[in-house]
């Protein structure tokens, strides 16, 4: 039987380090507004250092995942898809949020009805 936990932990670390990583990228690199009238915020920079955390982050589960839980196979090829995949995901779905946000004229998600 696969253990769904190490998916589980998969899918939020390689999410999570994609916005960590375009956040940080975005701020000492960013020059270019990736989408200035949706997340003033957000550069073109920090997006593609994101969805470079994001295959990077995907690979080391590859290499690291099967000596952690043998059930957990992710092949390299597949690795690094899922991880240009999620990457990509990620962002959209930030800015995604980032249009609901500014379509309801609140500052914090946690705020949106």
Do not use: M
Request: glycine share 10%; with cysteine.
């Amino acid at each position: 039987p696969v253990d769904g936990r190490w998916w589980i932990i998969y899918l939020l670390t390689v999410t999570k380090i994609t916005d960590v990583g375009a956040y940080f990228a975005g701020n000492l690199w960013g020059r270019r507004k990736l989408a200035p009238t949706i997340s003033p915020g957000k550069t073109v920079e920090g997006a593609i250092f994101g969805l470079l955390c994001a295959i990077l982050a995907s690979y080391l589960f590859h290499v690291f995942g099967a000596s952690v839980d043998a059930s957990f196979h992710l092949g390299a090829i597949e690795s690094l898809c899922l991880g240009v995949i999620l990457g990509a995901a990620s962002q959209f779905g930030d800015l995604s949020e980032s249009l609901l946000k500014r379509d309801a004229n609140k500052k914090d998600s946690n705020a949106l009805p």
